[in-house]
Nanobody, 125 residues
Framework: QVQLVESGGGSVQAGGSLRLSCAAS????????MAWFREAPMKAREGVAG???????RYADSVKGRFTISRDNAQNILYLQMDSLKPEDTAMYYC???????????????????WGQGTQVTVSA
């Protein structure tokens, strides 16, 4: 049974940093692409960053240069380092996994089959 558990969310002031983690279990983690999505009230879900099983990455324009996605295939953990946070980064953040996403594709929920429960990030001005 695939399980994804996010952690590391919290409240921070603008300009601060947070690191999110996603612990994966129940499947061959190293063979799947992974991604972070976020969802803010009254806004559509947004694909923030993705990483293929080979380690190729892609970012949404809104976070490029500020966020870094990485994966530890030995520990089955996905990370999202978030720096220079802005109030507009406030959202529930979810990790997701699937086999159909590649670096050349938009980070769209269509390509991901399993999702975590989310962790809240709140950035104050």
């Amino acid at each position: 049974q695939v399980q994804l558990v996010e952690s590391g969310g919290g409240s921070v002031q603008a300009g601060g940093s947070l690191r999110l983690s996603c612990a994966a279990s129940g499947y061959t983690y190293s063979a799947y692409s992974m991604a972070w999505f976020r969802e803010a009230p009254m806004k559509a879900r947004e694909g923030v960053a993705g990483v293929t099983f080979l380690g190729s990455t892609r970012y949404a324009d809104s976070v490029k240069g500020r966020f870094t996605i990485s994966r530890d295939n030995a520990q089955n953990i996905l990370y999202l380092q978030m720096d220079s946070l802005k109030p507009e980064d406030t959202a529930m953040y979810y990790c997701a996994t699937g086999t159909r996403w590649s670096q050349g594709r938009m980070i769209n929920s269509y390509y991901f089959d399993y999702w975590g429960q989310g962790t809240q990030v709140t950035v104050s001005a």
